[in-house]
């Protein structure tokens, strides 16, 4: 059974930093691609930024230069550095492992 555990959300000001992590348990993680999606109030779930096994990465437009994914195979955990917040990066933060495995989400809100 695969588990993963969002933690690292919080309030912040506009212009300010938080770092996501997503502890993963059940599951060989090194050979998973890790996603992270977001879903403000209100509108649908959208992707945010992609790490293959090997380290590569992709990112939405809209966190391009902002946002940096990246993970620790040993400790089994995927992080979203997230710089320059922005009121519109407000919403629920979720850590996803393909085909069909989410955590329970952490909220991220901006204040202006």
């Known amino acids: 059974q695969v588990q993963l555990v969002e933690s690292g959300g919080g309030l912040v000001q506009a212009g300010g930093s938080l770092r996501l992590s997503c502890a993963a348990s059940?599951?060989?993680?090194?050979?998973?691609?890790m996603r992270w999606y977001r879903q403000a109030p209100g509108k649908q779930r959208e992707l945010v930024a992609v790490?293959?096994?090997?380290?590569?990465?992709n990112y939405a437009d809209f966190v391009k230069g902002r946002f940096t994914i990246s993970r620790d195979n040993a400790k089994k955990t995927v992080f979203l550095q997230m710089n320059n917040l922005i009121p519109e990066d407000t919403a629920v933060y979720y850590c996803?492992?393909?085909?069909?495995?989410w955590g329970q989400g952490t909220q991220v809100t901006v204040s202006s």
């Open positions: 996803h492992q393909p085909p069909r495995y």
């Open positions: 059940g599951s060989i993680f090194s050979i998973n691609v």
């Open positions: 790490i293959t096994s090997g380290g590569s990465t």
